[in-house]
């Protein structure tokens, strides 16, 4: 009888490996119908936060794979992530005009460079030394892509840095624009 039982759950477990795997190469496939284009960001540290790093994108069709990786973030902080821009106009990366009398680039003061956010990715933790590793795949409906596109108009935005001993979620803490990539 308990021999019985372990058969049908070893039967059971062998059956679930063989729907993972259908499933893992029917989307593959439909995935590689469409061409893949390939966009980097070399991130430049906003509000001394000491980040650099990058961020690359591979959009296909509705699909956007996300890498980013980066050093110098804010320690056991979750970091929110977007693509900034405006469809229709080249988006930049905050330059010391940006710089309110408080002395750092705030949220609203970035606005005129890195405009709207047009797509928000999930927020990214940062490691005990400050690292960030962060992969993610995201399906995006027609008009989410519409507002990234063309993604090289836009720029990476990473935000969350130590501000008079605080850590402050909003302030920018590095940005990059997205190039188109080989
Ligand atoms: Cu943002």
Do not use: R, W
């Not at 992969?135 to 990473?158: C, F, G, R, W």
């Not at 850590?167 to 920018?172: A, C, Q, S, T």
């Amino acid at each position: 009888m308990k021999k019985g039982i372990s058969a049908v759950t070893v039967t059971l477990a062998a059956f679930a490996l063989l729907l993972a795997g259908c499933g893992g190469d029917s989307s593959t496939g439909s995935a590689s119908a469409a061409p893949s284009q390939h966009y980097t960001a070399t991130l430049a540290a906003l509000n001394d936060s000491g980040v650099t790093g990058t961020a690359d994108f591979t959009l296909t069709g509705s699909q956007l794979v996300i890498n980013v990786k980066l050093n110098g973030a804010t320690a056991k902080q979750g970091h929110a992530q977007h693509i900034h821009g405006t469809t229709g106009k080249q988006a930049s990366c905050p330059t010391i005009a940006a710089v309110t009398k408080e002395g750092v680039v705030s949220l609203e003061s970035g606005g005129p460079f890195y405009g709207p956010v047009a797509l928000g990715l999930q927020p990214a933790t940062a490691s005990a030394s400050g690292a960030v590793t962060f992969t993610n795949t995201m399906t995006l409906k027609a008009d989410e892509k519409a507002k990234i596109s063309p993604l090289n108009q836009h720029v990476y935005v990473i935000h969350g840095v130590m501000n008079k001993g605080k850590y402050d979620g909003l302030l920018p803490a590095a940005c990059g624009a997205i190039s188109t990539a080989k």
